[in-house]
Nanobody, 129 residues
Framework: QVQLVESGGGLVQAGGSLRLSCAASGRTWGINTRAWFRQAPGKEREFVAAMTRSSETRSSDNPYYADSVKGRFTISRDNAKNTVYLQMNSLKSEDTAVYYC?????????????????WGQGTQVTVSS
């Protein structure tokens, strides 16, 4: 089993920054792609960013972002801590949502929630205007 635990959410003013963390534990060696999704009230869960391992080097690289966050959000990983981060800058009110981290054994960028069997409990991000 794989456990994912998010942290770092909170309340921030528009234009501010937050960094989310997602720590993985358990049988994590098979997880090749880590991602962040978000869900705003009354809306479906949507893809935010993902990072997938290169099959040749097995290093995490190839980040991919939703258009709505490109240039503002950065996904990164600390392999020693088995933790993925989401640095969020220039936050807007429309970024308000519960943010979830997710993991899958599939390689390549997966933007569909159905491709991720492992999920964290979510962390609330609220951006005040």
């Amino acid at each position: 089993q794989v456990q994912l635990v998010e942290s770092g959410g909170g309340l921030v003013q528009a234009g501010g920054s937050l960094r989310l963390s997602c720590a993985a534990s358990g049988r994590t060696w098979g997880i090749n792609t880590r991602a962040w999704f978000r869900q705003a009230p009354g809306k479906e869960r949507e893809f935010v960013a993902a990072m997938t391992r290169s099959s040749e080097t097995r290093s995490s690289d190839n980040p991919y972002y939703a258009d709505s966050v490109k240039g503002r959000f950065t996904i990164s990983r600390d392999n020693a801590k088995n933790t993925v981060y989401l640095q969020m800058n220039s936050l807007k009110s429309e970024d308000t949502a519960v943010y979830y981290c997710a993991g899958t054994m599939m390689r390549g960028i997966q933007v569909s929630t159905g491709n991720y069997p492992y999920w964290g409990q979510g962390t609330q991000v609220t951006v005040s205007s």
